[in-house]
Nanobody
Framework: QVQVVESGGGSVQPGGSLRLSCAAS????????MAWYRQAPGNRREFVAS???????NYVDAVKGRFIISRDNAKNTVYLQMHDVRPEDTAVYYC??????????????WGQGTQVTVSS
């Protein structure tokens, strides 16, 4: 079994900062690309940022210059440091990881989501 668990969500005021974490654990052989997605009420889930095993990153334009994605390969963990947050960043944030479990085929795993609310 493979588990992907997010943490670090909460309420923050506009202009503030928040750091999300996502740890993959269990029957893991290799973790490949990791990413963050978000889904606001009434909206489709959208891509936020991704990071490859060698640290190459991609961001949606809406968060460029404000959010930073990073990872700790030894801990199979990905982070999303959020700065200068805005009300439109309010959403459930989901972690996504491409993982090859031991003795199984590579697959994509999702976490359960963590709520981020930006409000004054």
């Amino acid at each position: 079994q493979v588990q992907v668990v997010e943490s670090g969500g909460g309420s923050v005021q506009p202009g503030g900062s928040l750091r999300l974490s996502c740890a993959a654990s269990g029957n893991i052989f290799t973790v490949y690309d990791m990413a963050w997605y978000r889904q606001a009420p009434g909206n489709r889930r959208e891509f936020v940022a991704s990071i490859s095993t060698n640290g190459a990153t991609n961001y949606v334009d809406a968060v460029k210059g404000r959010f930073i994605i990073s990872r700790d390969n030894a801990k199979n963990t990905v982070y999303l440091q959020m700065h200068d947050v805005r009300p439109e960043d309010t959403a459930v944030y989901y972690c996504n990881a491409r993982i090859m479990p031991r003795n199984l085929l590579e697959d994509t795993y999702w976490g359960q989501g963590t709520q981020v609310t930006v409000s004054s």
